[in-house]
Structures are given as structure tokens and as C-alpha cells.
């Protein structure tokens, strides 16, 4: 009876490691699979932020060169720099600065349109975000530059 026992308990411990082992695999491919999405959604994402950072200097193009309707286009400046700055925020490649430097950069366009919509800041905003879509850090650093001369207490 003591080696029916024993055989009994020698089967169930070997399917318990066949059980642990088979789990542990299929967790680990679990956790690779994940790994791989993450860097390819990071990569959409990073697609949409440099995709509509150069919406935003198209649009600041057509703004100064238009004849029309100027505050359509920037509604759709603010539009696109709104969509660049959401991207922004779900980065994991850019640093919090350089994420907080996209988002003041947006709040100046859309809460100062008195300042912004001249024709020095526009050229401004352009020339950094032209430089941060060729991934040159002087893009953020003159971005934040731009963001520190508005005056933020008025109009």
C-alpha cells in the first residue's frame, strides 16, 4: 500500500512540475508579445507626433501666406498643435521637460493668439518645430525660449 502511495504521489508532483514549467513558458511568451506591442505602439505614436508637428508648420506656412481666411487657419494650427501635444504626453522617448516644453508651446499658441499670431513668433515656432522634427535638441531648447518671452499675464 506504502508504494501505491508513493508512486500516487511521485505522478502528481511530476504533472505538478510538467503543469509549473508549461505556465511558466506561456508567461514568458505572454510577456514578450507584450514587450513587442509596446515598442510598436510607441512607435505609432511617435509616427502621429512627428506627423503632426509638421502639420503645424504647414499650417503656420499657410497662415502667413494666406489672403483668406486667417482664423480658420489657426483654429486648425491649434488644432494640430493640440494632437502633437497628446502624442507628446504618451512618449516614452521624450524627457518630461521636452514633454512640458510641447505642452506650454501649445498653451502659449492657443491662449495667447495676441501674441503668437504675429508674424516673429509664427516664424519662430516654425523654425523650432522644424528643428525638432529633424530631432536636433536646439528645437526644444528654442521652443521653450519662445514659451518664456510671452507674457503670460496678459493678452
Not at 503668437?116 to 530631432?135: G, S
Amino acid at each position: 500500500m506504502r508504494t501505491s502511495q508513493e508512486s500516487l504521489m511521485k505522478r502528481r508532483m511530476i504533472s505538478a512540475i510538467i503543469l509549473f514549467a508549461v505556465t511558466l513558458v506561456a508567461l514568458l511568451v505572454f510577456i514578450g508579445l507584450y514587450i513587442d506591442e509596446t515598442k510598436r505602439t510607441q512607435e505609432k505614436y511617435y509616427i502621429q507626433y512627428t506627423a503632426n508637428l509638421s502639420h503645424v508648420s504647414e499650417d503656420i506656412d499657410s497662415y502667413l501666406n494666406a489672403e483668406g481666411d486667417i482664423d480658420f487657419r489657426y483654429v486648425r494650427l491649434i488644432s494640430d498643435m493640440s494632437s502633437a501635444d497628446s502624442f507628446a504626453f504618451l512618449l516614452d522617448r521624450l524627457s518630461d521637460d521636452r514633454k512640458k516644453t510641447i505642452n506650454e508651446l501649445h498653451t502659449c499658441i492657443m491662449r495667447y493668439p495676441e501674441q503668437m499670431q504675429t508674424e516673429e513668433k509664427l516664424t519662430e515656432v516654425k523654425k523650432a518645430v522644424d528643428d525638432i522634427l529633424a530631432e536636433l535638441d536646439q528645437g526644444y531648447e528654442e521652443a521653450q525660449a519662445l514659451v518664456d518671452s510671452i507674457d503670460k499675464q496678459g493678452h
